[in-house]
């Protein structure tokens, strides 16, 4: 199972790459993941990035393209393997296509943007314990107060509505053109080309965790 997942930032992506990692015997790849451990290993392609890393730039598609490679060399990936986050750019999605990176499946998780704003500004945080709430689908006793040390909860800056509306209009511009370019692709029916499937990400984590299941059987 070679797998790219797309949706929007908060669309639960992550909590489905787990289950789907674990279903297929796969490792997740993710190009900062992948970064950090070739710059920490001192890899040619590492020692490239981390000049440009160092000098407050942007990595190259061709550097993680040529990461990606590597990665998909090691024995993990013999069954396949998971791209989340990436590509984020029909550059990238070109690349990656003219490296020959194989892919069987590409899923969308769809969500509309006031959900993900509802589901990420509603979030708030036990900072020292590390324990979450919602304020409105899993709300402490007290408002704003931890359950169990009765410490003030916080909101992370990530979750502010105008970071998460910031974070959405960047992936509608940059990223939301994959969702035409790989479903054209898989419509035209060209040789290697993945199958297009969209499930929509709202509802119980089990159930979309089960229509992803049964996107990647059909």
């Avoid at 797309?6 to 490792?27: C, D, R, S, V």
């Avoid at 013999?78 to 990238?92: E, H, S, V, W």
């Avoid at 769809?110 to 709300?139: C, Q, W």
């Avoid at 089990?206 to 996107?215: L, Y």
């Amino acid at each position: 199972m070679r797998l790219i997942l797309l949706g929007a930032p908060g669309a639960g992506k992550g909590t489905q790459a787990t289950f789907i990692k674990e279903k297929f015997n796969i490792p997740q790849i993710s190009t900062g993941d992948m970064l950090r451990a070739a710059v920490k290993a001192g890899t040619p392609l590492g020692v490239e990035a981390k000049k440009v890393m160092d000098a407050g730039g942007l990595v190259s598609d061709d550097i993680i393209i040529g990461l990606v490679k590597d990665r998909l060399k090691q024995p993990d990936c013999a069954n396949g393997y998971l791209f989340d986050g990436f590509p984020r750019t029909i550059p990238q999605a070109d690349a990656m296509k003219d490296a020959g990176v194989k892919i069987d499946y590409v899923l969308e998780i769809d969500v509309p943007d006031s959900a993900i704003i509802e589901r990420m500004s509603g979030r708030r945080v036990h900072l020292s314990s590390g324990r979450t709430y919602h304020a409105k689908f899993n709300p402490p006793k007290v408002e704003g107060k931890d359950d169990v040390t009765g410490e003030d909860l916080i909101q992370r800056d990530d979750d502010k509505e105008e970071t998460v509306k910031k974070r959405l209009s960047v992936y509608h511009e940059q990223t939301e053109v994959l969702v035409n370019y790989y479903g054209d692709w898989a419509k035209a029916g060209l040789p290697g080309a993945p199958k297009y499937r969209k499930i929509a990400g709202v509802g119980p984590v089990e159930q979309i965790r089960d229509s992803a299941f049964a996107a990647l059987e059909a």
